[in-house]
């Protein structure tokens, strides 16, 4: 069954969440959300950011792993008011005084004989005789039949109980919102950046029948193999393992001439001539060097960090190789910038910028050019 509503990105269905929970917390709405999208989009990463965002309690449901009973709790004989009572399980939320996301995943994958319980949850808001507290946030998340995931088609019953979100993947949303902000390593980020095709090739991997795609999840577990695996021919095989042989391929491709020609620590130690003759001298080089910069701005380093980056846009008038009159130097600066102020201000490290005369001759030029 399609699922007939508009898709949007990951980060816009965060803002989404955002939104419903103050407007909860605010009295103003209650509704349940489900998130659809492929498997490995970032469903349950969105949630996990939800939780941490506001500071609610998170109680993760996976409902493919439970029994009715495990939701609906277990029977008691009372023989004082001689009735059986329920006792709520322990997962369920149960203190009104703290906030709470109740995350049901893999709704779509559960046992239909688990569909009526959770139609209580997100309908009327209990189990049983058990109410949720007031405070108590409801998210559910699942894969459909056309992803090749395990799923059973969500009845109307079900589904009219719930606001929608489609979500797809979108390589510059993946990489403000997700990958510079988690630290995921340069070499990936700076791949995705320049081929954006292949940040999600579910749909082409079903197409052909092969078991392993690149998703956002899977890219963001390269980046942890790039950091942990120190032995190169070791990591490719389980980066081959990840992204498939084809994408992986390519990415080690990039990944090596990174390695080779981004040297981010070493350019905050030096300056002058021997700083200029470190920058690399690629699309993919000087990409990746923007993302290890931001990531390994600081307080002490932030000086030397806007130094190196306000010098990329510096670098066809200053080094002989011809590749750079073609290069994006200009506007990769400025998308470098924004990324490093964004950082600096969540940290309070502003004043750095306004010290700094390498920025300031960077908006001068921006000035002057009618760009500011």
Known sequence: ??????????????????????????????????????????????????????????FDLRLTTIEPQDLRGLPFYDHDAQCTVWYPPEDLPDDSAQPAILFLDELTAAAPALQPTVYGLLQER????????????????????????????????????????????????????????????????????????????????????????CTPRSWARVGTLMRAVPDKALRDVLIAGTL????????ILIAEDIAATVQATAMLEVEGLERLALYPASLHGLTALVYALVTLADERTLGAVIEVMAGIRELAGKRDEAAFASLPLGELTTYGFELLIDRALANGWQEAFRTSDAYAAYAAEREAAGLA
């Open 244 to 251: 498939g042989e084809a994408a992986a391929a390519e990415f």
């Open 126 to 213: 209990r189990v049983g005789q058990h109410p949720l507290p007031a405070s108590t946030f409801i998210v559910a998340a699942g894969n459909t039949v056309e992803d090749g995931a395990v799923a059973y088609e969500m009845g109307t019953a079900l589904s009219d109980r719930l606001v929608h979100l489609s979500l797809r993947a979108e390589a510059g949303d993946w990489i403000e919102n997700f990958a510079v902000p988690q630290q995921v390593h340069p070499a990936v980020t700076a791949f995705i950046r320049t081929r954006p095709d292949l940040l999600d090739t579910t749909e082409d991997a079903l197409r052909r029948g092969e078991m392993i795609a």
């Open 1 to 58: 069954m399609a699922i007939n509503t508009t898709p949007i990105s990951a980060g816009r269905a965060l803002e989404a969440l955002r939104t419903g929970f103050a407007a909860q917390a605010a009295g103003e709405m209650t509704v349940s959300w489900m998130l659809h999208g492929r498997p490995g989009i970032g469903k349950t990463e969105i949630v996990q950011q939800l939780a941490a965002e506001t500071g609610a309690r998170l």
